[in-house]
């Protein structure tokens, strides 16, 4: 698949990159629903600005960054499997996520549910239960 090197390790061919205002309050928010835990690769700017950050969660890293001028704040939207989806759910909102839709069972056999964290990224959240389909 990989024409050189491969991805380091921990990494995946695609990893997202969130750039928001105020990052930091959603690195704290991605430990408190997520459990994701920063990985210390933080590089910080001569003015204090989170240049780039790195959380795991589950498998996978999550970079991020503080929006600025040159590179403004872009919302995304992310499909994520955890163990738990209505635990899950029930933390972010907990933790300020306005619901976009209370887990429920989906055809295709994942029961989804969806929330806006507090930098306005969308989150569907799922737990695999099997195929229905």
Same mark, same amino acid.
């Given at each position: ?42 590089? *910080?700017?001569?003015?204090? @600005? $989170?240049?780039?950050?790195? %959380?795991?969660? #589950?498998? /996978? ?20 499997? *955890?163990?738990?989806?209505? @635990? $899950?759910?029930?933390?972010? %909102?907990?933790? #300020?996520? /306005? ?35």
């Amino acid at each position: 698949m990989f024409a050189g090197t491969a991805p380091p390790d921990g990494y995946h061919s695609v990893n997202p990159y969130i750039v928001v205002e105020g990052v930091e309050r959603l690195i704290r928010f991605l430990g408190d629903v997520f459990g994701g835990i920063e990985c210390g690769k933080r590089e *910080v700017s001569a003015e204090g @600005a $989170v240049e780039h950050a790195e %959380v795991r969660i #589950g498998d /996978s890293i999550v970079m991020l960054s503080e929006a600025s001028a040159a590179y403004p704040a872009r919302p995304c939207v992310h499909f994520t499997y *955890v163990q738990d989806v209505d @635990a $899950v759910f029930d933390r972010a %909102v907990a933790a #300020g996520a /306005s619901p976009i839709l209370t887990p429920a069972e989906q055809i295709w056999g994942d029961r989804v549910g969806g929330f806006h964290d507090p930098s306005d990224n969308r989150w569907w959240v799922a737990t695999r239960r099997g195929s229905r389909v």
